[in-house]
């Protein structure tokens, strides 16, 4: 490289050299341990609910009425990927779900998007609907959670105890919102007889209206004197059931009291609300989410702290047991990958010193602590913490880091055995090849942009990848051009004579091949080809995932009752499971959730929606090995002691959430037919003897009593439908009719039949209907009553009714084979469906079908960005050629590599592949340059590309040996283990074909050539 040479700049000033080196170790080791710590790397999660209520309307009203007027408007929100909605009487919901593209502030600009339109749009909704609501944090993530269980205390006082608890761990830095989990609301009843108020004459209205009307807050006003001020007060409020019962009312002519009509009690919400238990005992949960940016180690330790004086305070009978600490778990994780990065820097420096001598190896062991601690502070100006995808980076980038400084000391070292002074051979790597090495550099950074720039969930999950490859590579260029340099100087000594200039027995062996490969050249083309062939034949063997389970202990266990099942029969059912829990010895711990799915306390979650049918039991076993062993055997308890569950046992994923593994949506406008396709869609499903537990999101009917009112006879009796729809509300459910304010809460007031909720079909029959004038009849004086069958709930997606056969695995069984497996009859199904009706592949092959196109849609980036590059440095459309020839043979290695060692090709996995292009590349476009230099030189072809290649042979086949032995502690991880090996495999295979292939196609081309240009001269 001409012009200004950093190394010679570096030599001559090296006092200022060394005290830039010394700040950067300082600030290096200050942003190291400053770096927020984490287990995963934040991703996006782009979905908004939105729900509203429409109490009393049907499923059918509901869906025409609320969801198709609300879906039409927010189909035409901008950055819309898709409409998921969830519709039973009286209540939608809907998921909002934006493209992958939308990033940053275009996510927050499209959920005030979404507020806007649908308040525009509020006044075409129903009279009577309430909301719409809206939720966009819906990704929040609640890491440590707190299970509090008492003994001798009500579920009132102990809610009081938490309340307290939840006010003093909301001043704990860096906590954002903490939410409790299992409260039972208070009620009090006011439970009547309408017998005995018809017989008095009594209206249960005139009731309802005089508790409303004493409770009522209304202004009395502000009396202002000369003086002051006084602000009126007027008295008769409600404060408890007593003032309740004190009511008095005129009725018929006479004063009566409410005590004289009604039983007035206090209970808890009736049905249940979700409920929260720990260890199987009912309690009370306290989840905590931290702000964005915080540090959850710092977090974790001052809840700890807090937790501990709180602890000691809480009154004999009240205990608190950690449920969820992140914390613990990201220290654990961080932890053992921090330990991964030592022994892979341990690793390469041990290839160092051995290949290199204790001198020059001693250059390079300074060369990686000074690039690392280039990149830490880097890591935090941009925000990328210290996780699992972070830290798996670094380690690859160690490998790739030490090229740089390997190609100037191995420079540097040849051209002090040449006889050059020190001097003149620290700054010749700088003259020849700091071109080529930066040409590389930016080659092997730009493999790794479809992995930055993929628009999806899965590629924001591994960005930094992508960044920290790229900024360890950048650092690692300008480590070896100034800073190499000048610790050579200072470390390197001249060989003695005669030393040095004779090759070791490696590399006169290595000679001895190449000559050969290159007499054979042909046979040496071919034997190339015919191996890539047979790579790319055994790549269909290699299996497909989208990412592995988690390595965390943790079981979920799903619980899904029919879909008409209330809250009291899914919290029997998780009782039942709870008391099978408690003896096994491979758990340590559990919580369950009733009516509702585990909060969001690993970003990576499925969350299950409320609903009275659902439960979910998160499990923390004893161990990995634990977790094996109890997975069988909770699903044969729930498939024999549960047979009416849908049940499922797995632990948690990596990567983008996506639930069920086998998902196959049906979709069409006539919600039979969808059903029945869906029914002979689950019969193929069942074909394939891996599927398990085969079950529809929505299918069964549920019974329904429809009341048929004899419109002239009810008007007669001065009664409308609205009315009677009333009575029977506030017989069975209860009417609020007011509240009391009871400290920090409000308890509801509840008017009700006292046998509402003990009626039957018949006594229903008998129930007494009051009459505007006082007078009451039974209903089935103007009504008829008849059962009838409906769907629960529906579930549509953009607008048109899905249904989704869902099913699991066998164990050891990847869900991509099972899918590739089914897609022929699949096919074949498809074609017989009648038109407007399809069938779509979800889940994971869905999830990870569209992550691998958000990669492969920036390939075509990487393509121009790597030729672009190459062409600048090559300045050859032949050796352009000659460099991409060698690329693609790595896949020789990866299909080896990943079929010897059992490894699938997942989405990580080919993100190693894609980033193989650039390494390669690399070698190769260095390779060429020193041929290219030893031509000039004035040597022969041949001569020139054995010269060349020999002199490249210890610094390629040394970051080669580096990277594949610097990967093996991530190995054999379960996130990193594909790649890893994918890495190993090719860039060792493409390492040994750029030493012998592209020499061997070198000589090819150009010797040719020049005997052609000899012959006509």
Do not use: C
């Amino acid at each position: 490289m001409s012009g200004f040479n950093l190394s010679e700049w570096s030599i001559r000033n090296p006092s200022l050299v060394v005290f830039f080196m010394i700040g950067i170790v300082v600030s290096g080791t200050l942003s190291f341990l400053k770096l927020g710590r984490a287990e995963d790397p934040v991703f996006t999660i782009r979905t908004m609910v939105v729900q509203a209520q429409w109490p009393g309307a049907t499923l059918d009203d509901t869906l025409q009425q609320v969801t198709e007027r609300l879906e039409r408007t927010l189909q035409e929100v901008s950055n819309l990927d898709r409409l998921r909605s969830y519709t039973v009487a009286g209540t939608t919901v809907i998921f909002v779900d934006l493209v992958g593209s939308a990033q940053g502030q275009a996510v927050a600009d499209t959920w005030y998007d979404v507020r806007k339109k649908v308040a525009d749009m509020r006044h075409t909704l129903p009279e009577g609907v309430v909301g719409p609501g809206f939720n966009d944090d819906f990704g929040d993530t609640f890491g440590i959670i707190y299970g509090f269980t008492a003994e001798g205390f009500t579920h009132r006082e102990l809610r009081d105890h938490v309340e307290e608890v939840r006010s003093r761990l909301l001043l704990v830095p860096d906590v954002s919102k903490i939410e409790i989990l299992g409260e039972q609301d208070e009620r009090i009843f006011v439970d009547f007889s309408a017998e005995t108020l018809a017989g008095l004459g009594v209206d249960p209205g005139a009731l309802i209206a005089a508790l409303q009307a004493q409770n009522m807050v209304r202004p009395a006003g502000v009396l202002r004197t000369g003086e002051e001020a006084l602000s009126l007060q007027v008295s008769g409020a409600f404060e408890s059931e007593r003032d309740i019962l004190d009511v008095n009312f005129v009725a018929a002519g006479r004063m009566l009291r409410l005590r004289d009509l009604a039983e007035v009690r206090r209970a808890y919400a009736d049905p249940p609300q979700p409920a929260f238990r720990v260890n199987g005992e009912p309690a009370l949960g306290l989840a905590i989410a931290m702000r964005d940016g915080g540090d959850i180690l710092a977090l974790g330790d001052n809840i700890a702290a807090e937790m501990a004086s709180i602890v000691a305070d809480l009154p004999i009978g009240i205990q608190a047991e950690l449920v969820a600490d992140q914390a613990s778990t990201v220290d654990e994780a961080v932890s053992d990958f921090t330990t991964s990065l030592w022994q892979a820097i341990l690793i390469v420096l041990a290839v160092s010193f051995l290949a290199l001598g204790v001198r020059a190896g001693t250059v390079v062991a300074i060369a990686i602590p000074l690039t690392l601690a280039i990149v830490f502070p880097v890591m935090d100006l941009v925000d990328i913490d210290l996780q699992r995808v972070s830290l798996g980076a670094l380690i690859i980038a160690l490998a790739l880091l030490v090229d740089d400084a390997l190609t100037t000391i191995d420079a540097m070292t040849r051209r002090l055995a040449a006889g050059d002074p020190m001097n003149v051979a620290a700054v010749y790597a700088y003259k020849t090849l700091a071109f080529a090495m930066l040409a590389g550099t930016l080659v092997t950074i730009a493999g790794f942009v479809p992995i930055g720039f993929a628009q999806s969930s899965a590629g924001e999950y591994t960005f930094s990848i992508f960044a920290v490859v790229g900024i360890a590579l950048i650092a690692s260029w300008f480590v070896a051009m100034i800073f190499a340099p000048l610790l050579g100087t200072m470390l390197l000594r001249p060989p003695r004579a005669a030393v040095g200039t004779e090759p070791n027995f490696v590399l006169r062996a290595y000679r001895r091949v190449l000559a050969a490969a290159i007499r054979a050249r042909w046979l040496t083309i071919g034997v190339t080809l015919g191996f890539f062939v047979l790579s790319v034949l055994l790549l269909g063997l290699v299996p497909r995932q989208f990412f592995p389970p988690s390595d965390r202990v943790e079981l979920l266990v799903d619980l899904r009752l029919p879909q008409n099942a209330s809250i009291h029969a899914t919290q029997s059912a998780v009782e039942r499971f709870d008391a099978r829990l408690r003896e096994d010895p491979d758990i340590e711990s559990w919580s369950s959730y009733v009516g509702r799915g585990a909060i969001r306390f690993y970003l990576p979650l499925n969350v299950q929606l409320a609903n009275p049918f659902v439960g979910q039991s998160v499990i923390v076993t004893k161990s990995i090995e634990a977790r094996e062993r109890l997975q069988p055997r909770l699903e044969q308890l729930l498939a024999e002691e549960f047979p009416d569950v849908v049940g499922r046992v797995y632990p948690l994923e990596l990567g983008p959430p996506v639930g069920w593994p086998l998902q196959y949506r049906v979709s069409g406008p006539d919600p039979v037919e969808v059903r029945e396709i869906a029914l002979r869609l689950a019969q193929v499903v069942a074909t394939a003897p891996e599927t398990r537990r085969i079950n529809f999101d929505w299918m069964e009917t549920a019974r329904e009593l429809r009341i048929r009112i004899d419109q002239d006879e009810a008007r007669r009796l001065g009664l409308s439908s609205a009315a009677t729809s009333s009575v029977l509300n506030t017989a069975i459910s209860g009417t609020t009719v007011t509240q009391v304010r009871d400290g920090i809460y409000l308890v509801n007031v509840l008017a009700r039949e006292i046998r509402g909720q003990t009626l039957s079909v018949e006594t229903l029959r008998t129930l007494e209907v009051s009459l505007p004038n006082g007078r009451a009849v039974p209903l089935k004086q103007f009504a008829t009553f008849e059962y009838g069958q409906d769907h629960p709930l529906v579930w549509r997606r953009d607008r048109v009714p899905t249904l989704t056969v869902q099913a699991d695995v066998a164990g050891g069984i990847l869900p991509e084979s099972v899918i590739d497996e089914l897609a022929p009859k699949i096919a074949e199904l498809s074609a017989t469906l009648p038109k407007g009706h399809r069938i779509e592949v979800g889940g994971i092959a869905e999830e990870s079908a569209d992550s691998r196109a958000s990669v492969f849609a920036v390939v075509p980036l990487m393509l121009f960005l790597v030729l672009t590059v190459l062409m600048v440095q090559l300045r050859s459309f032949q050796r352009l050629i000659l460099v991409l020839s060698v690329v693609p043979l790595g896949l020789i290695g990866v299909v080896l590599a990943l079929l010897a060692f059992g490894q699938p090709l997942g989405f990580v996995a080919i993100l190693g592949v894609l980033a193989l292009v650039g390494m390669i590349a690399k070698n190769a476009v260095i390779l060429i340059e020193q041929i290219e230099a030893e031509r000039k030189s004035g040597m022969g072809v041949t001569d020139a590309v054995i010269e060349a290649s020999s002199s490249r042979f210890r610094p390629i086949m040394l970051t080669a040996a580096s990277t594949v032995l610097g990967l093996i502690p991530i190995a054999f991880t379960v996130f990193w283990g594909a790649m890893a090996f994918a890495i190993m495999g090719g860039l060792l295979v493409a390492s040994l074909l750029t030493l012998v292939f592209l020499p061997t196609l070198y000589v090819t081309w150009f010797a040719g050539r020049e005997r052609k240009l000899e012959g006509s001269t």
